[in-house]
């Protein structure tokens, strides 16, 4: 029965690439069926934090690109930088939003946010969401 969890680990990986997949939604039905609460929670918390770690580098890489094929202006990165030393760690704990959270992640591989703090933060913050939406999910279905 866990082994039919890899599809929950898939979708939440998805869900946090800039791919739209709604992982609370398949997160909570796995929950309806019966599932194992910790196994669900387990999974779909590493799936979705190495998704969001897929974007990080995603945004490392995409420097080296900009700066080698668009010719990425040094002013440019100096301007990002400047933004991400005022406010990029704090926006990183607006990275677990939907939509929103997604290229929060790549800028901050852009702006080559230290891995420790982006790992503290939106991991953070991702665990907490589907902790979140499992105690939603246990007061709805109590009687």
Not at 75 to 80: C, G, H, Q, R, V
Not at 106 to 111: D, M, N, S
């Amino acid at each position: 029965m866990e082994t039919e969890l890899i599809f929950l680990g898939i979708a939440a990986f998805l869900a946090a690439t800039l791919i739209p997949v709604s992982s609370e939604i398949i997160f909570t039905g796995y929950l309806a069926l019966g599932y194992s609460k910790i196994y669900c929670l387990i999974i779909a918390s590493l799936g979705n934090c190495l998704g969001t770690s897929v974007n990080y580098v995603i945004g490392m890489a995409g420097l080296i690109a900009a700066r080698k094929y668009l010719r990425f202006a040094p002013s440019t990165e100096s301007k990002l930088q400047t933004l991400n030393q005022r406010y990029g760690t704090w926006a990183l704990l607006f990275a677990w939003v939907p939509v929103v959270g997604d290229p929060l992640t790549v800028l901050a591989g852009v702006t080559r946010t230290r891995w420790w703090k982006f790992v503290l933060i939106v991991f953070g913050g991702r665990i907490v969401r589907y902790l979140f939406i499992l105690y939603l999910f246990q007061e709805s279905s109590s009687p």
